[in-house]
Each structure stands twice: as C-alpha cells, then as structure tokens.
C-alpha cells in the first residue's frame, strides 16, 4: 500500500508581468490592469511512495522539487489530480516557522515544539537533547534574533526531529550546518531508516540520494524526466547537465 500517492498532479502560479514598486505608482496607476502570465510549475505529476521507503529528488534550481514537497505537505493546493497521505507527515521544509526572535532560545524551543504539537512534558524531557544537537548551550538564554540563520535552522531541526511522525520531508536539510551538524543529521537519518520511517529526500548532494533512498526521480521544468534506482537517475542526470 502507498503512504503517498499523487494522481495526474497539476500546479501553476500567476506571475504579474508589470512591477508597480512603490504605493505612488499604485496611485498614479490606479486604473491600470495588471497583467498575468502562468507558470506552470508542475505538469501531470504521477507518484507512489510505499511505507519505509526512501525517496530522492533530484534537479535543477526552479525544477519544481520544493513546490512538490510543498504540495504533498499541504501547503499549496494543486489545480488538478489527487494527493492522498496515510500516516502522520512531519515537513523539515520552512524550519522554524513560529520562531519569535524577540524571545530566548530557551522560550523558542517550547514554543516551537508545541507548535510541532509535542507536549510541555515531552519537550522537558528533550530539552538536553534538543539543545546539544544544535549545539547552542552557551546561548540558551540569548534573545533568537542574536543567532545567525545557521544556528536558527539548527535549532529548529533539532527541535522537528523530536516530533512523532510516519513520513518526512527533507528539503535541502545537509545544505545547512558545519561538517559536524551534517554528521548528527547523517546518524537521524539511519536512526530513521532503521526505524522503519518513509522519507523523500530533496537534495544536491547526489551522495545523499544514493546513500539514504531506495528510488529517485528526475524532475525538471515541473515534469518527470526519469525515475527509478538511485544510481541509474543520477548517471543519466549528471550527463545531461
């Protein structure tokens, strides 16, 4: 049985053709018609990921890999076909989304873990956890917005790897951190293959995708060009680019 199934998926967005920058242009042109053209970002997009299977995702920038995650993850909705989950999908795609950069680390990590809908109780007993993956224990107490976007996006995997979940969806997460981070985030993923948990994997680093997935596609410009096993994808991708 598939966790994830996407029947005849379709997704386009409208890109305004005219850029009025400023409120005095809005004013001035206040009788004008902006103008749209579209994007079809994803076309006709047929998948099936079964339970613990891994899947990659490979690509060019602007390919569609992201609007995909966000689709399966019920960020956008499609204009056609049917996305269909059984279990319970936890995004690593906006990392740290709910974050208050006025508040300390400390205050963030139950915020945003309540927010991941873990318990005050759960986070308690995380708490150590949490704090030394992200390696931030010298700055607990400092306000977030006093971190570097590496140390946020550390902290906010630290605390989603926490959350219970069947299927997860991994955007470009060994992009962020030092060589250390990408060696904690190395050992989540084969604590989460040998767990049994169902994954796709977004990712330039096609190491990755034939180290951790069972099955890869190729996507570009909003369409499948190739899918199968890992090292068959990626030959035939790292030719053509």
């Known amino acids: 049985m598939a966790i994830i199934k996407l ?16 409120l005095r242009e809005r004013f001035i042109n206040f009788s004008f018609r902006q103008n749209y053209k579209r994007l079809q970002a994803l076309k006709d997009i047929n998948l099936e990921v079964k339970k613990g299977e891994w899947l990659g995702i490979i690509g060019p920038n602007g390919s569609g890999k992201s609007t ?8 956008y909705e499609p204009d056609k076909g049917q996305i269909e989950i059984n279990g319970h999908l936890v995004p690593f795609l906006e990392l740290g989304v709910g974050f208050n950069p006025e508040l ?26 949490i704090v030394n993956f992200a390696g931030i224990k010298l700055f607990l107490d400092q306000k977030l917005k006093n971190f570097s976007s590496g140390m946020q996006v550390r902290l906010a995997f630290a605390i989603a790897i926490q959350s219970a ?6 955007d470009e997460v060994l992009a962020v951190g030092d060589y250390q981070f990408q060696k904690k985030c190395n050992q989540v ?5 040998q767990q049994g948990k169902t994954a796709i994997l977004v990712s330039h680093d096609l190491d990755s995708i034939i180290q951790y997935c069972d099955k890869a596609i190729w996507l570009d410009h909003g369409k499948i060009i190739l899918s199968g096993q890992p090292e068959t994808v990626i030959k035939a991708y790292t030719r053509f680019v």
Not at 68 to 73: D, E, F, R, S, V
């Open 7 to 22: 029947d005849h998926i379709n997704k386009n967005f409208k890109i305004p053709t005219e850029k009025q920058d400023s």
């Open 68 to 75: 995909l995650l966000k689709l399966i993850a019920g960020i």
């Open 104 to 129: 300390s680390a400390r205050d963030n990590i139950f915020l945003n873990g309540v927010i991941l809908g873990m318990s005050r109780k759960k986070i308690s007993r995380q708490f150590d956890q």
């Open 165 to 170: 979940g069947d299927i997860f969806l991994l």
């Open 189 to 193: 993923f084969k604590d989460m293959k």
